[in-house]
């Protein structure tokens, strides 16, 4: 009998490539989706058909309860939440209702329809913020910098809680930022891919950027849904971290992505106080070593293929909506608008 799992979140980056994997492993896949939204499945176009959609909210613990009587699930994964660290500042409040609250009532509807399937928990690098020790593990304390970083650990403290609580079989895993060429044009990592590409073929004339001197652990999102999986499949829960092990400044990621089509990034960038985070986070870098030992997982893209991969992505995106290269002068207008 096919295994059935539930994702929230599954239009997103990480969603459509766990729906890849379980649909290759034989799952049958359900997605929630907002009811009161048009849904943008440009990142699971391909195996939309495939999906099996319900309707749902995360802030309505009814409507989560139906999902999970629905899908009957073995696994669930929360993937769902409002993501973009920037925006929560502005959004405080939204923010801890998506991010923060939604992981109870997820949690409690699985609790009351089928408490024995295995829960997955996104949680987030941002939770370690203002960081107490590098590396980063399992066992270091949070200090968030961000509205997100707290409402993500909000929602790691009450998976913990509900598998202390009720014996359920319930993990987070601790990733570390992952992406990919379905990353959204607002995180930096294809902020700065998207704009290589428009400069490279004429359609933009700077990027503007804020700390370049940030430190990050870049990994590649497909490497990471496995890590999803694989934490499921043990005998017991546990959370672990997600990461390359690597660190690097945006400044790394800037000179990667312009020399890979010949540019100088610093004939692009302007620094803009507008792009500052109101609190820093100054530095991560994840320890990965108990997700490798007990996990098996592995790492199969690194730093550089990475933001080459997303590079030439937004190069044949730009070039599909425009035509050739040599007609792209004539789309400009048009490109603007996508």
Known sequence: MKKRALITGVTGQDGSFLAELLLEKGYEVFGLRRRTSTPNYENVAHIKDQIKWISGDLTDLASLIEAV?????????????????????????????????????????????????????????????????????????FYPRSPYGVAKAYGHWITVNYRESFNMFACSGILFNHESPRRGLEFVTRKVTDAVARIKLGLQSELRMGNLDSLRDWGFAGDYVKAMWLMLQQDEPDDFVISTGEMHTVRELLEVAFSYVGLDYKDYVVIDPEFVRPAEVDLLLGDCSKAKERLGWTLDVGFKELVHMMVDSDLENIQNHCGSYNSIKVNRDILQTI
């Open 69 to 141: 009587r629905i899908s009957d699930p073995d696994e669930v994964y929360n993937l769902a939440a409002q993501s973009f660290v920037a925006a929560s500042w502005p959004q405080p409040l939204l923010t801890g209702q998506i991010t923060a609250l939604s992981v109870t009532n997820m949690l409690e509807a699985v609790r009351i329809v089928k408490p024995e399937a295995r829960f997955y928990q996104a949680s987030s690098s941002e939770m370690f913020g203002k960081v107490v020790e590098t590396p980063q593990t399992e066992t270091t304390p």
